[in-house]
C-alpha cells in the first residue's frame, strides 16, 4: 500500500498532550471515588504523563490547570517535566471555581469580580511566560439560568473587553485558544455557547487567537467534521479536547462511544492539512471509575487509530468518486479505510520507534502501578471535589 510509509511518518510525528487533571481524581456532580496511587502534586501528576509517553511515544506534552497545578516556581516545574521527557504545553485558566463566579467571571455585572476573573487570566500568561508554555486556553462557565437574569449583549460586550485585553498581553509566539460549550453550568444562555460565537471573537481579536473544539460541547447530531473543516479552511482550528459522550458533556475516553465519528474528524484534520503543531489535540477526560493511566494510554492509542485510518484513505480515489457523482463509491473508499484494522501498522510504528508494540500489556508488566500505590502514601490527592 503506497500510502502506508507516509502514514507511518505522520503517525511517528503525531503529537497528543495529556491533561495534568486527567490522572487526578474526578467524578460526577454526585460522587469523586478516590483511587489509590493517585497524584498529590503537580510533580507526580508529571511523573505519569511521562509514563504514558514512554509507552505511547507520542505524549511528550502536558497540559496545567491554574489553581489546580499552581506551584511558587513554573520555572523549576518546567525544568522537572523536561528531566522526565516530557514539557509544558497548554496552560487552562479556571474561572468557575469560585463563589465569586456564581453569576459569572470575565461577563458578571459586577465589575469588581470582572476584574478579580481578568487578572487571574493575566496569571495564566505569566505562567506561560514562566515555562515556555505557547497557548492559553479559555472556556467560560458564564451564562445565565433564567430570562432577563441579565443582558445578554452587555455580556458579550463584557467578554469581548476581557479577551482583548488578555490578547493584548499575549507575547511574540503564544496564542489563545477560546473553548465553547452548548449548555451546563449555564442552562438558560451560555456565553459562548457554540463554534460561531467563539469564531467571531476571534476573528475580531487577531491571528493570534483560535477555536477550541471539544468533542463533548456539541448539540446531539452535530456533525462536528463540518465545524473542523470550516475552521481548518479558515485557518481558525486551533485544537482540539478529545473525549467522547453518550447523552451531554460525559467527557468518556476518546473513542469510546463513537469512533467513527472520531475517524470523520481526523480524516478533515487530514485533509484540511491540520496534523503539524499548529494544532493541540489534547485529551480532556474524566477517568472517574477506571484506572487513570491505562485509561489515558487506550485514549491516545484511539486517537492514534483514528488518525491511522484518516492517513489511509485514498483521496484519490475518492476525489475520483466524488467527481462522477458517485455517491457508493465514495463512501465506499471512505469505509475501507475506516474498517482497516490498523493495529498491525501502529504496531509497526511503535516498533520501528523502539517501543513495545502493545502500550497497554508494556504498562501492566512496567510495575509503575503497584509502585506508586506504595510511595504515594498520605497527603492530599489531587482532584476536584464534587
Known amino acids: 500500500m503506497t500510502a502506508v510509509p507516509a502514514a507511518k511518518a505522520a503517525l511517528k510525528s503525531q503529537i497528543i498532550e495529556t491533561p495534568s487533571w486527567a490522572y487526578g481524581n474526578s467524578g460526577t456532580r454526585f460522587k469523586v471515588f478516590a483511587q489509590a496511587g493517585v497524584p498529590r502534586t503537580?510533580?507526580?501528576?508529571?511523573?505519569?504523563?511521562?509514563?504514558?509517553?514512554?509507552?505511547?511515544?507520542?505524549?511528550?506534552?502536558?497540559?496545567?490547570?491554574?489553581?489546580?497545578?499552581?506551584?511558587?516556581?513554573?520555572?523549576?516545574?518546567?525544568?522537572?517535566?523536561?528531566?522526565?521527557?516530557?514539557?509544558?504545553?497548554?496552560?487552562?485558566?479556571?474561572v468557575f471555581q469560585d463563589d465569586s463566579y456564581k453569576l459569572g467571571s470575565v461577563a458578571h455585572p459586577d465589575a469588581a469580580v470582572r476584574r478579580k476573573a481578568l487578572a487571574h487570566l493575566l496569571e495564566c500568561v505569566d505562567i506561560m511566560d514562566a515555562t515556555g508554555s505557547r497557548e492559553l486556553k479559555l472556556w467560560f462557565a458564564d451564562g445565565t439560568n433564567y430570562p432577563g437574569q441579565d443582558d445578554i449583549r452587555a455580556r458579550q460586550d463584557r467578554l469581548a473587553?476581557?479577551?482583548?485585553?488578555?490578547?493584548?498581553?499575549?507575547?511574540?509566539?503564544?496564542?489563545?485558544?477560546?473553548?465553547?460549550?452548548?449548555?451546563?453550568?449555564?442552562f438558560y444562555s451560555t456565553d459562548v455557547p457554540d463554534w460561531g460565537t467563539s469564531y467571531a471573537h476571534c476573528l475580531k481579536?487577531?491571528?493570534?487567537?483560535?477555536?477550541?473544539?471539544?468533542?463533548?460541547?456539541?448539540?446531539?447530531?452535530?456533525?462536528?467534521?463540518?465545524?473542523?473543516?470550516?475552521?481548518?479552511?479558515?485557518?481558525?482550528?486551533?485544537?482540539?479536547?478529545?473525549?467522547?459522550?453518550?447523552?451531554?458533556?460525559?467527557d468518556l475516553m476518546a473513542g469510546a462511544a463513537d469512533p467513527f465519528q472520531l475517524f470523520r474528524i481526523m480524516y478533515e484534520v487530514v485533509r484540511g492539512g491540520g496534523l503539524g503543531e499548529r494544532t493541540a489535540f489534547m485529551l480532556d477526560q474524566c477517568h472517574n471509575i477506571e484506572p487513570k493511566i491505562p485509561a489515558i494510554i487506550r485514549s491516545v492509542m484511539n486517537v492514534q487509530e483514528a488518525t491511522a485510518k484518516a492517513l489511509l484513505v485514498d483521496r484519490e480515489a475518492l476525489a475520483a468518486a466524488q467527481g462522477e457523482g458517485d455517491v457508493l463509491g465514495a463512501y465506499g473508499v471512505f469505509m475501507d479505510a475506516y474498517n482497516t484494522d490498523v493495529r498491525p501498522l501502529l504496531a509497526e510504528v511503535r516498533e520501528e520507534m523502539g517501543l513495545d508494540p502493545d502500550p497497554t500489556a508494556a504498562y501492566r508488566r512496567s510495575g509503575y502501578a503497584e509502585r506508586i500505590v506504595a510511595e504515594r502514601v498520605g497527603g492530599q490527592q489531587a482532584g476536584w471535589g464534587a
Request: no cysteine.
Open 205 to 250: 481579536l487577531g491571528d493570534k487567537a483560535r477555536v477550541v473544539v471539544d468533542t463533548g460541547h456539541h448539540a446531539p447530531g452535530t456533525n462536528i467534521e463540518f465545524i473542523v473543516a470550516f475552521l481548518l479552511r479558515e485557518g481558525k482550528l486551533g485544537g482540539f479536547d478529545f473525549n467522547s459522550r453518550f447523552y451531554a458533556d460525559d
Open 42 to 94: 503537580p510533580e507526580e501528576k508529571i511523573d505519569d504523563a511521562a509514563r504514558v509517553h514512554a509507552h505511547t511515544g507520542v505524549a511528550p506534552v502536558v497540559a496545567l490547570h491554574i489553581p489546580w497545578d499552581r506551584v511558587d516556581d513554573y520555572a523549576a516545574l518546567a525544568g522537572y517535566a523536561k528531566e522526565r521527557g516530557v514539557r509544558l504545553g497548554t496552560v487552562n485558566a479556571n
Open 161 to 186: 473587553e476581557a479577551l482583548d485585553a488578555v490578547y493584548g498581553r499575549l507575547g511574540d509566539g503564544q496564542g489563545m485558544l477560546l473553548e465553547y460549550k452548548l449548555f451546563e453550568p449555564a
